[in-house]
Nanobody
Framework: VQLQASGGGLVQAGGSLRLSCAASGRTFSNYAMGWFRQAPGKEREFVSTISWTGGDTYYAFSVKGRFTISRDNAKNTGYLQMNSLKPEDTAVYYC????????????????WGQGTQVTVSS
């Protein structure tokens, strides 16, 4: 699976962005999808994940209630809607695909996109 993340940008605190993750190469609907982020000087951290059906979703505590993960298997695309953004959300956001099941750890994913920068100004 090849993944292409997009939708990042510069936004003021309190604003919103929607990230997209376009998949190609294999049947996207066979894979769970996750979003991770990495801020400068920090380790990559889990943000959210969604099962291949879309029926199960999980979020990091820091984004729960503000971010919403979703997917459209017909379009081979996953999404991360980010609302009420905070400066601490600033990071490079990566989408990833897992063959087996949803996971909160990076090791659980088999394919990764290139990342998209999200910058939230105060």
């Amino acid at each position: 699976v090849q993944l292409q993340a997009s939708g990042g940008g510069l936004v003021q605190a309190g604003g919103s962005l929607r990230l997209s993750c376009a998949a190609s190469g294999r049947t996207f609907s066979n894979y769970a999808m996750g979003w991770f982020r990495q801020a400068p000087g920090k380790e990559r951290e889990f943000v959210s994940t969604i099962s291949w059906t879309g029926g199960d979703t999980y979020y990091a505590f820091s984004v729960k209630g503000r971010f919403t993960i979703s997917r459209d298997n017909a379009k081979n695309t996953g999404y991360l809607q980010m609302n009420s953004l905070k400066p601490e959300d600033t990071a490079v956001y990566y989408c990833a695909a897992a063959k087996d099941r949803v996971s909160r750890t990076a090791q659980g994913y088999d394919y990764w996109g290139q990342g998209t920068q999200v910058t939230v100004s105060s």
